[in-house]
């Protein structure tokens, strides 16, 4: 028996043995879905996201349009390149009513498969193998308003971040490693950006694999569908108003936060020039955090939080990288009131829902006041506020171990060689 699997069963064991705690942790969880279940009641939130994906599979096996068409009263189109439609192929199985309903759950399980691998990579793998606390957590997690809005959208963010942070947590010689990051990439293209962190880090290779993952998803796209290819990778990806208006609050991008200061619709260089230098300094940031102070984890979370400010949108539900990031910092609270007051800052901010209490109907985005700003971009600014940490904080000299830094290793191996996870 594997060390893992022994850890396993060993957590598992004493979950078992204190039924009080399971029972209470299952309890809350379905508190916790009954709420949600009363507020699609209420509130008639229609998962429209899962609409547009039972579309593009609809397209693919009818050998329709597949960026002609528009769902829903909001005229959603498609907007992921061909590969992600051929994924989407299973959504026009059921009726979309249980399709719906197969999203919540299957999001639910990925809730808690995000925490257990947030918890691994920060550390904490006793509480990552902790039925208990992996309920608990889920219960809770559901109402962060990123992770709440995904799952009102019917969103495949959670996946992507598994995905992701599944492969990047894997020993640097791991076999294929960066391959499912550039498998992501190629569903959706913001996790792009993982692959030239591991190159900036160091690891050629793994930065390659993710290439090469991205290239197969392309060439399944380009032989499945051909005309759908050209289009969307010659037209199609560079068209961001197929997306949404980038300056409503729902973005939460530099370019969304630049556009409600200005009172503009189009920031143009105003936004290029900050978000090229927001990218050489995030990844700046994070190759010094995992070079210099063996931190992988925390480089990983802060090429997220670039990714997120320099994308030209980045609605709120992309932000459940909140998830690792929360899960990273409670990590390291114990006997220091300082950084137990950041982690309740940072999970009020993705909590409190402000984007959603300034006037934002029809054009008001436009005409927030200047007071209003803070309340209607929480993300961007405590994303560049993070930013601004890190830099400042890989500037100063390596503290030995023991002396308070938050990390579970106190140097990064060299690039090739096997770590933990």
């Known amino acids: ?48 996201d899962i609409a547009v994906y039972r579309a593009e599979g609809e397209a693919v096996s009818a050998g329709g349009d597949l960026y002609g068409f528009t769902v829903t009263k909001w005229a959603l189109p498609a907007t992921y390149p061909p590969f992600a439609a051929l994924l989407f192929l299973p959504t026009t199985w059921p009726s979309l009513s249980t399709l719906k309903v197969v999203c919540v759950l299957v999001n639910a399980v990925l809730l808690a498969l995000l925490i257990h691998l947030s918890c691994k990579a920060a550390g904490l793998r006793k509480a990552a193998h902790t039925a208990p606390f992996l309920l608990t957590a889920t219960a809770l997690g559901l109402w962060l308003e990123p992770v709440f809005q995904t799952f009102v959208f019917g969103q495949v963010n959670l996946a992507l971040t598994c995905l992701v942070l599944w492969d990047l947590a894997r020993p640097d010689g791991a076999r294929f490693k960066g391959f499912a990051t550039g498998i992501a990439a190629g569903i959706k293209l913001t996790p792009a950006i993982f692959a030239v962190y591991l190159l ?87 190759r010094r955090i995992c070079l210099r102070r063996g931190l992988d984890g925390w480089g990983v979370l802060c090429t997220s939080v670039t990714g997120l400010l320099v994308s030209p949108i980045s609605w709120s539900h992309h932000w459940v990288w909140c998830v690792p990031l929360l899960v990273a910092l409670a990590a390291h609270t114990r006997r220091n009131p300082w950084r137990r007051a950041l982690l309740a800052a940072v999970t009020l901010a993705f909590t409190a829902r402000t984007m959603w209490i300034v006037p934002h109907t029809g054009d008001l985005d436009l005409q927030i006041a200047w007071w209003q700003q803070p309340f209607a971009a929480p993300y961007p600014l405590l ?31 060299p690039a090739g060689t096997s770590r933990a996870g």
């Open 383 to 413: 994303g560049l506020a993070l930013l601004a940490t890190a830099v400042w904080w890989t500037r100063q000299p390596p503290v030995t171990p023991g002396g308070g830094l938050p990390s579970p290793r106190t140097a990064r191996e």
């Open 1 to 48: 028996m594997s060390a893992a699997e022994g850890t396993w069963r060993r957590t598992w064991a004493q979950s078992i043995a204190h039924p009080g705690r399971l029972a209470l942790a299952t309890a809350l969880l379905l508190a916790s879905f009954a709420g949600l279940w009363v507020l699609y009641q209420v509130q008639s939130l229609t998962m429209p």
């Open 200 to 286: 900036v880090t160091g690891r050629v290779k793994a930065a390659c694999t993710a290439l090469a993952g991205f290239l197969v998803s392309v060439l399944l796209g380009w032989l499945a569908l051909p005309g759908a290819s050209i289009e969307f990778w010659t037209r199609r990806m560079f068209e961001t108003d197929r997306v949404g208006k980038i300056w409503i609050v729902d973005n939460q991008s530099l370019q969304g936060l630049i556009t409600r200061v200005l009172h503009q619709p189009e920031a143009g260089l105003l936004w290029a020039v900050p978000a090229l230098l927001t990218a050489a300094a995030g990844l700046w940031a994070a």
